[in-house]
C-alpha cells in the first residue's frame, strides 16, 4: 500500500446532523432545525414520524419543510435534527472512542446559529465558543487533528426569514465575520478548515433525479454561489491573515459521471455535465477566476449576475490551499429515454449494470473513485482530501447487543483500494474521513436507519433510544486499517 507516513485518517460529521441541543446555551434556530424526517423518491420508506410515533407513508413528499409551515417549527411534527444522536452531551465519550479506533483526524463542523443566534449579530455568543474549545481540546488530548468546515447546510434560520438567505449579498458579511470569529478563537486549535460544505450542490441538484428548474431558479442558485464563492474567497484570507498556518480548503459534492452510449450528444452532455455540477465551483475557488464555460451555463438559462470588480479581485486573492470532496457514487448521463431507471433518494437517472445499489439507490463505485481523484489532482495540482465517503445502511442489532456489519467493511475495503491505486499514479491525496463515522441523521431523509457509523447510537426513528452507543465489527476493523496504515485490509 502506498499511503504517506502522515496520511489523515478519520471520521467525518456535521453539527446539525448530530449535536442536537438545538435551543440549548443561547443556539439559535437554523435553516435546518425546520426540516422534518421524510425521504425523497423512496416509496418503501416511511416518510414521516409524528409526535405519537405514527410513521406516515408519503412518497411524493420529500423530506422538508411541512407545507404551511414557513420556517416554523410545529407540533404534530418530528423533526430528527432537534436531537441528533446528542453528540452536544455526548462528545467526551465519543471522542474517547475515535480516539480507540486511532483516528488521526476529525471532521465537524460548527454551528453558525450557536455562536451567532441569528446570524446579524456583532458579537458571538459565548456558550457556543466554549463548546467548540472543549470539543477541539478534547481531540488534542488524543492527537487528533480537528478538520472543520464552517457552513454545513446550517444558515441560521433569521438570515433566511429577513434576508432571503444566501440571495442577498449581505449574508457575505455575516458569514465573513463569522468565519473570523473562529479564526480568531480557534486560533492554535484548528488549523485545517473548509469554508462551504458540498457548495455546488446548490446548482447541480437544479435538474437531477427528476427535479425541474425555470430559468428564475438557475438566476437565484448562479447568484447564491456567487455569494458564496466571494465568502469563501474573503474566509481565506482572513483565515491566512489571522494564522499563515491555516490549511483552508473547498468542499465539492463530488460525483463520478458516465455517458450511457457511445453517441457523441451523450459524450458532449456529459462534459456539461460535469462543468455545470463539479468543474463550476472548483475551478473559482480552485484558479481565482470564472471558467471560460460559465458563460454558456449562464446563457443557456439567461442568467445575469450581478458581480462588482472588487468581487472578483476577492475570488483572484482567495483562491484555496487544498481541494476536499465528498464521493459515494456515480451516476450516467444520457440524451436518450431512459427505460430501467434507478429508484432512491439522490439517485439519478438510468442504471449501471456494471454495479450494485445501496439499499437507497446509491451505486457502489470504488472504480469512480479513482477516476474522480486522478482527474481533480491533474485540473488543481492541489492536496486532495477525501472527507466524506460510505454506505448509509440497514444495521442489525444482535441479542447479544454484537452488530455484524460485513457490507459496509468491504464498502471501505473497496474504496481505500481505490485511494491506493490513485496515489500510485502520483496523486497527492493527503486525508480520508468517512462519512458519519459515528450514527447520525441522515441529511437527504432526516432518518436514523440510514445509518453509515463505526459507532452505533441507539436512538430510532421513533424518537425512542437511550443514545447509547456502542461498536460494530467495522469499529474494530478500521482501527486495524488505521494502525497499519492502509496495509491490513
Ligand atoms: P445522506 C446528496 C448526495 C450526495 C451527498 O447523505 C449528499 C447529499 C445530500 O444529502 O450530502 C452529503 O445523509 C452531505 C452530508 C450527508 C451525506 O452526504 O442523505 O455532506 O451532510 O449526510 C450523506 O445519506
Known amino acids: 500500500m502506498s499511503f504517506p507516513k502522515g496520511f489523515l485518517w478519520g471520521g467525518a460529521t456535521a453539527a446539525n446532523q448530530c449535536e442536537g441541543a438545538w435551543n440549548v446555551d443561547g443556539r439559535g434556530p437554523a435553516l435546518t432545525d425546520v426540516k422534518t424526517g421524510g425521504s425523497v423518491n423512496a416509496p418503501r420508506l416511511v416518510t414521516y414520524i409524528d409526535k405519537d410515533g405514527n410513521p406516515h407513508a408519503e412518497p411524493e413528499s420529500p423530506r422538508g419543510i411541512p407545507e404551511g409551515a414557513h420556517y416554523a417549527v410545529l407540533d404534530d ?15 467526551k465519550e465519543d471522542i474517547a472512542l475515535m480516539g480507540e479506533m486511532g483516528f488521526k483526524t476529525f471532521r465537524m463542523s460548527i454551528s453558525w446559529s450557536r455562536l451567532f443566534p441569528n446570524g446579524d449579530e456583532e458579537v458571538p455568543n459565548q456558550k457556543g465558543i466554549e463548546f467548540y474549545r472543549n470539543v477541539f481540546t478534547e481531540l488534542r488530548k488524543y492527537n487528533i487533528e480537528p478538520l472543520v468546515t464552517i457552513w454545513h447546510f446550517d444558515t441560521p434560520l433569521y438570515l433566511e426569514e429577513h434576508y432571503g438567505g444566501w440571495k442577498n449579498r449581505k449574508l457575505i458579511g455575516f458569514y465573513t465575520r463569522f468565519a473570523k470569529t473562529c479564526f480568531e478563537e480557534f486560533k492554535g486549535l484548528v488549523k485545517y478548515w473548509l469554508t462551504f460544505n458540498e457548495i455546488n450542490n446548490t446548482v447541480m441538484f437544479l435538474e437531477m433525479f427528476g427535479n425541474t428548474a425555470s430559468d428564475e431558479d438557475y ?26 498556518e491555516n490549511k483552508i480548503g473547498c ?7 458516465y455517458p450511457m452510449t457511445c453517441d ?22 480552485c484558479k481565482g477566476k470564472y471558467p471560460t464555460y460559465a458563460k454558456r451555463l449562464w446563457k443557456e438559462h439567461n442568467v445575469e449576475l450581478e458581480i462588482l470588480p472588487e468581487d472578483l479581485e476577492d475570488l483572484k486573492k482567495g483562491t484555496v490551499d487544498m481541494y476536499s470532496f465528498s464521493y459515494y457514487m456515480s451516476t450516467v448521463v444520457t440524451t436518450h429515454t431512459v427505460t430501467d431507471k434507478v429508484g432512491g433518494n439522490f439517485s439519478a437517472g438510468a442504471r449501471n449494470e456494471y454495479l450494485q445499489y445501496s439499499d437507497w439507490g446509491w451505486a457502489t463505485d470504488p472504480t469512480g473513485l479513482q477516476y474522480y481523484l486522478e482527474m481533480m489532482y491533474d485540473r488543481y495540482e492541489l492536496p486532495l482530501l477525501i472527507v466524506e465517503n460510505g454506505l448509509g445502511a440497514f444495521d442489525t442489532v444482535e441479542e447479544d447487543g454484537s452488530i455484524h456489519d460485513p457490507f459496509r467493511i468491504d464498502y471501505y475495503r473497496q474504496h481505500i483500494q481505490a485511494m491506493d491505486k490513485a496515489i500510485q499514479n502520483g496523486v497527492d491525496l493527503i486525508a480520508y474521513t468517512t462519512w458519519g463515522c459515528i450514527d447520525l441523521v441522515s441529511a437527504g431523509t432526516g432518518e436514523m436507519r440510514k445509518r453509515y457509523g463505526f459507532i452505533y447510537v441507539d436512538k430510532q426513528d421513533d424518537g425512542t433510544g437511550d443514545y447509547s452507543r456502542s461498536r460494530k465489527d467495522s469499529f474494530y476493523w478500521y482501527k486495524k486499517v488505521i494502525a497499519s496504515n492502509g496495509e491490513n485490509l
Not at 411534527?77 to 462528545?91: A, T, V
Not at 457523441?264 to 475557488?285: A, K, M
Request: hydrophobic residues 35%; charged residues 15%; negative net charge.
Open 264 to 285: 457523441p450528444s451523450d459524450i458532449l452532455l456529459n462534459r456539461h455535465t460535469w462543468e455545470q455540477g463539479i468543474f463550476y465551483c472548483g475551478d473559482v475557488q
Open 251 to 257: 468542499m465539492i459534492c463530488g460525483i463520478t459521471f
Open 77 to 91: 411534527y418530528l423533526y430528527p435534527n432537534h436531537d441528533g444522536i446528542d453528540f452536544y452531551h455526548h462528545y
Open 219 to 244: 438566476q437565484n442558485a448562479y447568484q447564491i454561489l456567487h455569494h458564496q464563492f466571494v465568502a469563501s474567497a474573503k474566509a481565506v484570507q482572513i483565515g491566512h491573515e489571522i494564522d499563515p
